[in-house]
């Protein structure tokens, strides 16, 4: 398997949601990686769905912007440069709060990353 993956395989890759947009950029399907990373944007005045990643952990870089993050019963509130981390199983989710788009990196710790939306 090639360990490059160009710019233009990620972008045909891009998954587009109503609140924003989803780019995987390695996992075990795309590049036989034990973990999974991937550029995620909120657009200003959006959120993603509450959920969770019940098997891994995910780590959040935020390269631009604000949110509010929902973490379980707690909200915390990052900016570009900060780090969050996301137990397994907590429900959680990004608020943009800004009047920019929020671009962030997500790592998750399993190549085969879950996730359950909160009901």
Same mark, same amino acid.
């Given at each position: 398997m090639n360990p490059l993956r160009t710019k233009k395989e990620t972008e045909k890759n891009i998954i587009e949601e109503d609140w924003g947009s989803l780019a995987w950029l390695a996992n075990s399907e795309l590049t036989n990686s034990d973990i999974t990373a991937g550029r995620v944007i909120i657009k200003a005045g959006k959120a993603n769905p509450?959920?969770?990643?019940?098997?891994?952990?995910? *780590?959040?870089?935020?390269?631009h912007g604000q949110l509010t993050h929902s973490l379980g019963d707690k909200k915390i509130k990052i900016t570009a440069g900060d780090t969050l981390v996301v137990p397994p199983g907590i429900m959680h989710?990004? *608020?943009?709060t800004g009047n920019v788009d929020a671009d962030m990196i997500v790592i998750y710790s399993s190549g085969q990353r879950d996730f359950r939306k909160e009901t």
């Open positions: 509450r959920h969770c990643h019940d098997t891994c952990e995910e *780590i959040l870089y935020l390269l989710n990004g *608020i943009n």
